[in-house]
C-alpha cells in the first residue's frame, strides 16, 4: 500500500491526483489511471471543504484494478445526494457512483474513509452496456 498525508490546503487535490497517477501509471490502464485520478481529485477536494481536517491517501493494487481510500479528520458521513442544475456543486459522490466499480464509508477512529475501487468491468458498466445496444436495436 502507498500512502501520502495532504493538509488542508488547495493545491491537495492536485497531489492527490500526481500521487495516484504514479502509483497506478505502471500497473493499470490509461482510462483507469485517468479515471481514479478523477474520483481521487473528488474526494480530496470534499475533505479539504468539508472536513477541513488533514487527509491521508491510500493505494492499494487489486488483482484486477485498486482501491483508493481518502481519510479524514470528521466524523460526519456525507450524504449523496441530487444537486438541482443552478448549484455549482454537489456532484462528488454522484461522480464516483457512476465510476467507481464500486465505493463505501466508514468510521475510523479518528474520522472517517471513503473509498472506492476501480479497474475491471463493473456491473453499471455492462448494464449501460446492455441499455445501449437495446436502444440500438429498435
Known amino acids: 500500500m502507498a500512502v501520502i498525508d495532504l493538509p488542508v490546503d488547495p493545491s491537495s487535490p492536485a497531489r492527490a491526483r500526481l500521487f495516484v497517477c504514479e502509483q497506478l501509471a505502471r500497473r493499470c490502464p490509461p ?6 485520478a478523477l474520483l481521487v481529485s473528488e474526494l480530496v477536494t470534499n475533505a479539504v471543504l468539508h472536513a477541513g481536517t488533514p487527509m491521508r491517501v491510500n493505494v492499494s493494487m487489486l488483482r484486477d484494478g485498486a482501491r483508493v481510500e481518502v481519510e479524514d479528520g470528521s466524523h460526519e458521513m ?19 457512483d457512476r465510476v467507481a ?11 472517517k474513509a471513503i473509498w472506492f475501487e476501480i479497474g475491471g468491468l463493473s456491473p453499471r458498466e455492462n448494464e449501460r452496456g446492455s441499455i445501449a445496444l437495446a436502444r440500438a436495436d429498435r
Open 31 to 36: 482510462e483507469v489511471v485517468d479515471s481514479a
Open 101 to 111: 466499480r464500486s465505493w463505501g464509508v466508514h468510521q475510523t477512529l479518528d474520522g
Open 78 to 96: 456525507p450524504e449523496p445526494r441530487e444537486p438541482n442544475t443552478a448549484e455549482q456543486r454537489g456532484r462528488g459522490l454522484l461522480l464516483v
